[in-house]
């Protein structure tokens, strides 16, 4: 099943993509139907407005989860690229939701940063609430899986030893276009992680090359707090970010940042630079 937040008559609604159309499920947007605890059941027997799918103007899928968790180096060929050794535990830092834009909305490349990075990435989308979750009861709390990309400002990003800063500007992280159910989209079975910019295939990986999947994710960040519906695990980026490249490489005003996942679907956003009034 496929399920999506659109923007429509000044609002947002929930949809259950069936091919050519939207059909709304009664809901405010994605986050409202995932607190149903039944809302795999609701989704597919929703029968409401209907809306023509090559018509829709789509929101990040869940517009405010209540929390954004990050991994970082969690691709075997972007941690080496980067000159570390892998991880024991993951690296994990937050993002606020103002960072979220639609999949289809500009990227807004911040005024104060002259290194603005790209970072394709499979997302998590969490379905039920856990705590201290076993491996088995993580993956069962996974509603599905979406695209993002962790659009960052490297130079802020280290300013310091700890990441915020740099990931979480306003206006930066495309993050859909749909969410797709695990049984339509494993990441563990190998699904193609792609980010090109203005054409140019910048990354690609399989996502069967994370050092850490997404239930041993999920069991481990419940670990140290629960997870609601709604919330979102952005899972790391592979090799090919512009930081690491000889001469290093940045997002600029007018380029096309797409970002993709087999099955699951292509984020396609236009990058402008920030204008500050005053």
Not at 48 to 54: F, I, L, M, N
Not at 119 to 124: M, N, S, Y
Request: aromatic letters at 6%; hydrophobic letters at 40%; charged letters at 20%.
């Amino acid at each position: 099943m496929k399920l999506a937040t659109i923007r429509t008559a000044g609002t947002t609604a929930a949809v259950r993509i069936d091919g050519d159309a939207a059909v709304e499920t009664g809901h405010a947007d994605l986050g409202a139907l995932l607190a149903d605890p039944n809302w795999k059941q609701t989704a597919a027997a929703a029968s409401g407005a209907t809306h023509a799918v090559d018509s829709l103007d789509y929101a990040p899928v869940v517009p405010n989860p209540g929390k954004i968790i990050c991994v970082g180096l969690n691709y075997r060929n972007h941690i080496l690229e980067m000159g570390r050794e892998l991880p024991q535990y993951p690296t994990l830092f937050a993002k606020y939701p103002e960072a979220l834009i639609g999949p289809y909305d500009e990227v807004v490349l911040p005024a104060a940063s002259d290194a603005i990075d790209w970072e394709a990435e499979l997302a998590v989308v969490i379905g039920a609430t856990v705590r201290h979750a076993d491996k088995e009861t993580a993956a069962a709390a996974i509603a599905g899986y979406s695209v993002l990309n962790d659009v960052t400002a490297r130079d802020w990003q280290y300013r310091s030893p700890m990441w915020l800063q740099g990931k979480t500007f306003e206006a930066t992280t495309p993050f859909g276009p749909v969410l797709v159910t695990p049984d339509e989209a494993e990441p563990a079975s190998g699904l193609t992680l792609t980010g090109a910019v203005d054409g140019e295939t910048v990354q690609q990986a399989d996502t069967s090359d994370l050092v850490f999947d997404a239930a041993t994710l999920v069991s481990y960040i419940s670990t140290i707090l629960t997870l609601k519906p709604g919330d979102v695990i952005a899972t790391g980026t592979p090799g090919g970010v512009g930081h690491a490249r000889k001469p290093q490489r940045y997002l600029a005003d007018g380029q096309t940042l797409t970002t993709s996942v087999s099955g699951i679907g292509e984020l396609r956003n236009v990058c402008r630079a920030e204008k500050i009034n005053g």
